[in-house]
């Protein structure tokens, strides 16, 4: 079974960005869809964003659309996702999350969809 280790979480100031990483440590393509959740304290796990692994289609939620991207990196089996103009509310533990199974649009942001998850990487947001 692959391991997906995420970094890249750290304090910024509201308006900052960054960009986490998840890595796979088999190979990328045995996975089909990956995504990464966050969640808050107090809060439920929830989806941010997913891409198609191998395709050109990629999800977002409501509240990071037009701010966050998620990419992947077949050479170094690694998925991004690079956060701009964050808000306080952004906030959290980002997870990395892997299916072998196709993402889907009615679906992508529930966790039962996928099987693997990262250990999480934290993001800390001042106002």
């Known amino acids: 079974q692959a391991q997906l280790v995420e970094s890249g979480g750290t304090a910024v100031q509201a308006g900052g960005s960054l960009r986490l990483s998840c890595v796979v440590s088999g190979y990328l393509f045995s996975y089909t869809c990956m995504a990464w959740f966050r969640q808050a304290p107090g809060k439920e796990r929830e989806g941010v964003a997913a891409i198609y692994i191998g395709g050109t289609s990629t999800y977002y939620s409501d509240s990071v659309k037009g701010r966050f991207t998620i990419s992947q990196d077949d050479a170094n089996n690694a998925v991004y996702l690079q956060l701009n103009d964050l808000k306080p509310e952004d906030a959290a533990m980002y997870y990395c999350?892997?299916?072998?199974?196709?993402?889907?649009?009615?679906?992508?942001?529930?966790?039962?969809?996928?099987?693997?998850w990262g250990q999480g990487t934290k993001v800390t947001v001042s106002s």
């Open positions: 999350a892997a299916s072998r199974l196709k993402c889907r649009s009615i679906s992508w942001y529930w966790r039962d969809e996928y099987t693997d």
